[in-house]
């Protein structure tokens, strides 16, 4: 049981360049959630999916674009890298509010 | 969304017990109290969760107020091991707030042998 996967673990861009991050969990959960953590700072809500085809945005999703296609994938896009989404992402998921969140171990981003 | 305040740093030392505070006074209803940590350079790792009784699993023990405004993680023996960031959060239940954490500053637990 691989619980939440992402990929890749570490990337750096350009200014300007575009990346797709994938997040992958085998645990049949319904929702899930792409976060960023800067240095220092607690998690922030990118965007967040509450079912297979749906997606909504979080807090601070200016700039990403998310894809639900199938239940199990959930794709975090940077159509044009800024130097200010360098930071860690995480994904996460959960099967509803009433179970935690199983996170995955990170993916480490740098524009440059 | 409901916000929870938690000190910034506590200390313990090895193998006593130790209890996280965390307040919560707008908490609604029908919200969850989740309690997560994050060791360095890994991601969040969920340690338990509980809406009104008090809970016990493997990893900690949460005990939560009759009115609901606070609550209090116990890990029973502290180890080196449980040195983290730890999180209180609320998880809502309806509306848009359902199913999001939304993360604070955390309390910054240190362990000495």
């Known amino acids: 049981n691989a619980g939440v996967t992402q990929t890749p673990k570490f990337r750096v861009l350009k200014t300007g360049q575009s990346m797709t991050l994938l997040c992958a969990q085998d645990?049949?959960?319904?929702?899930m959630y792409w976060y960023r953590q800067d240095p220092g700072m607690g998690l922030r809500l990118i965007h967040y999916?509450?079912?297979?085809?749906?997606?909504a945005k979080g807090e601070v999703p200016d700039g990403y674009n998310v894809s639900r296609l199938k239940k199990q994938n959930f794709l975090l896009g940077l159509e044009s890298a800024a130097p200010s989404q360098t930071s860690v992402y995480f994904c996460a998921s959960c099967y509803s509010n009433s179970y935690g969140y199983t996170f995955g171990s990170g993916t480490r981003l740098t524009v440059v | 969304d409901a916000k929870t305040t938690q000190p910034n740093s506590m200390e313990s030392n090895e193998e006593e017990p130790v209890h996280l505070p965390c307040n919560h006074s707008t908490i609604s209803g029908t919200d969850y109290i989740h309690w997560y940590r994050q060791l360095p350079s890994q991601g969040p790792e969920y340690v338990i969760h509980?809406?009104?009784s008090n809970v016990n699993n493997r990893m900690a023990s949460l005990a939560i107020a009759e009115d609901r405004k606070s609550s209090t993680l116990i890990l029973h023996r502290a180890t080196l091991r449980d040195a983290a960031v730890y999180y209180c959060?609320?998880?809502?239940?309806?509306?848009?707030?359902?199913?999001?954490?939304?993360f604070g500053q955390g309390t910054i637990l240190t362990v000495h042998p």
């Open positions: 509980g809406l009104t």
């Open positions: 959060i609320l998880m809502g239940a309806g509306g848009t707030s359902y199913g999001k954490l939304t």
């Open positions: 999916s509450v079912g297979e085809g749906t997606t």
């Open positions: 645990m049949n959960h319904e929702y």
